[in-house]
């Protein structure tokens, strides 16, 4: 997600500047124009007849009708040749614009953005690029190679005017490609914030891979989307608006999933479904107990609700099933071991289909400017509602759960120190 904000949000200022330029030519020209108009007319006021009683004498209203029709004809004048220059850059000069303003957002990102042709309209603020590409081979957070057939934007001419990122629709169809996650990024900081009224994404497939996880092999998760739209989608709030302002369909590591979200009251309700979703998967994105499981999948329903206000809160009531799961004792930590094995037992003894179910309640806040939903806490919160769920089911007592807590959240202060050496 950081890596998407950020190149978007260089984009979006890309193809402003492209527009601000293709603007401003024709508006020089217009205003030039309007100002030759102005001074021939001057000098024809100031000339041999300057001083006839038929000139000097008083203002007459056909004297003010023949002023206002030379005005009106200079401003006539200045808007037709302000439409003939947008129209010639329109025409002629656009692609050109384009590839000067992305060959910035190379030098400030380390992503190369090329297209094959641009199809513009500066008077309704449309744009549409074909064959466009993303690359970004070398880079400490991320590195991707990405494609999409088409990529079409709908900008306000008045925030064009204002210099204002926000976008009527942005719509990405056909994508292709790989994301690689180098390190994890806990906070985004695009160049220029924006907002997206309508944001648009159909017939993607990408594999993400991910090898920051030191303690377990490199991940590579397969995202097909049939279709996801967000609405509003803002650079800001990224990852909420996508978690739960969305409507998409589509499959993970060739499993269908589904977000469905709809206006309820003065906030939003949203179901995220996932059938036959491999352990293995759910666990590179979660961890926690399902790292205990070698095989098997799960079923999830996610009902999420939350209000506008001051102090958002967001309540998420999980059912979860899992199935056909095998589970291998955490190797780590005395506590761990000892609470681990009365959970790998049971879930190994139901483990032909063991249902669970656990509720969250998140601030919304820890969403702001988030990275990603792991940076926001979504997956360590519900790994530790999970872990506490299996641990109820096995008959685990509490206390002794509280100390498996204490000393995950020991190990990780222990982690982060040897990381900030």
């Given at each position: 997600m950081e890596a998407f904000v950020l190149v978007i949000g260089d984009f979006l200022v890309a193809a402003l500047a492209a527009g601000a330029a293709a603007?401003?030519?024709?508006?020089?020209?217009?205003v030039g124009g309007a100002g030759s108009v102005i001074a021939r007319i001057a000098r024809r006021r100031s000339g041999p007849d300057a001083r006839s009683p038929e000139v000097s004498g008083p203002i007459t209203p056909r004297r003010t009708r023949r002023w206002g029709r030379r005005a009106t004809f200079a401003v006539f004048a200045a808007g037709a040749m302000a439409?003939?220059?947008?129209?010639?850059?329109?025409?002629?000069?656009?692609?050109?614009?384009?590839?000067?303003?992305?060959?910035?957002?190379?030098?400030?990102?380390?992503?190369?953005?090329?297209f094959g042709a641009a199809d513009a309209n500066l008077f309704t603020g449309r744009?549409?690029?074909?064959?466009?590409?993303?690359?970004?081979?070398?880079?400490?957070?991320?590195?991707?190679?990405?494609?999409?057939?088409?990529?079409?934007?709908?900008?306000s001419m008045t925030d064009l005017l204002l210099w204002r990122v926000n976008l009527d629709e942005l719509a990405i169809r056909?994508?292709?490609?790989?994301?690689?996650?180098?390190?994890?990024?806990?906070?985004?900081?695009?160049?220029?914030?924006?907002?997206?009224?309508?944001?648009?994404?159909?017939?993607?497939?990408?594999?993400?891979?991910?090898?920051?996880?030191?303690?377990?092999?490199?991940?590579?998760?397969?995202?097909?989307?049939?279709?996801?739209c967000t609405s509003p989608f803002a650079s800001r709030w990224a990852v909420f608006d996508t978690l739960?302002?969305?409507?998409?369909?589509?499959?993970?590591?060739?499993?269908p999933f589904a977000i469905e979200s709809r206006p309820?009251?003065?906030?939003?309700?949203?179901?995220?479904?996932?059938?036959?979703?491999?352990?293995?998967?759910?666990?590179?994105?979660?961890?926690g107990p399902l790292s205990w499981m070698k095989r098997g999948v799960m079923?999830?329903?996610?009902?999420?609700?939350?209000?506008?206000?001051?102090?958002?809160?967001?309540?998420?009531?999980?059912?979860?099933?899992?199935?056909?799961?095998?589970?291998?004792?955490p190797a780590r930590g005395a506590v761990l071991r000892g609470v681990g094995e009365r959970i790998v037992t049971y879930v190994n003894e139901h483990g032909a289909e063991l249902p669970l179910a656990f509720t969250l309640t998140l601030d919304q806040g820890r969403f702001e400017a988030a990275a990603s939903p792991e940076a926001a806490g979504l997956g360590a919160a519900a790994a530790d509602a999970l872990l506490a769920a299996l641990a109820d089911a096995a008959g685990v007592p509490g206390a002794r759960l509280r100390e498996l807590s204490d000393e995950a959240t020991d190990r990780a202060k222990r982690l982060l120190k040897r990381e900030r050496r």
């Open positions: 603007l401003v030519g024709p508006a020089i020209l217009a439409t003939v220059g947008i129209l010639i850059v329109n025409l002629f000069l656009v692609e050109s614009l384009l590839r000067w303003a992305l060959e910035g957002v190379r030098e400030r990102t380390g992503a190369e953005v090329t744009l549409t690029l074909e064959g466009l590409t993303l690359r970004r081979p070398r880079h400490a957070t991320s590195q991707f190679d990405l494609r999409a057939d088409a990529c079409t934007l709908n900008l056909g994508v292709r490609g790989q994301f690689e996650r180098v390190r994890k990024v806990e906070r985004m900081a695009p160049r220029r914030e924006f907002e997206i009224e309508r944001l648009t994404l159909e017939d993607a497939d990408v594999v993400f891979n991910d090898a920051t996880d030191d303690d377990g092999p490199p991940v590579a998760i397969a995202l097909h989307v049939d279709q996801l739960f302002r969305s409507n998409a369909n589509g499959a993970i590591d060739g499993q309820a009251g003065d906030g939003r309700e949203t179901h995220w479904t996932a059938r036959s979703l491999p352990i293995t998967t759910a666990a590179a994105v979660i961890g079923d999830v329903d996610v009902t999420d609700r939350w209000q506008r206000g001051g102090g958002t809160r967001i309540e998420l009531d999980y059912r979860i099933v899992l199935r056909d799961v095998e589970a291998v004792t």
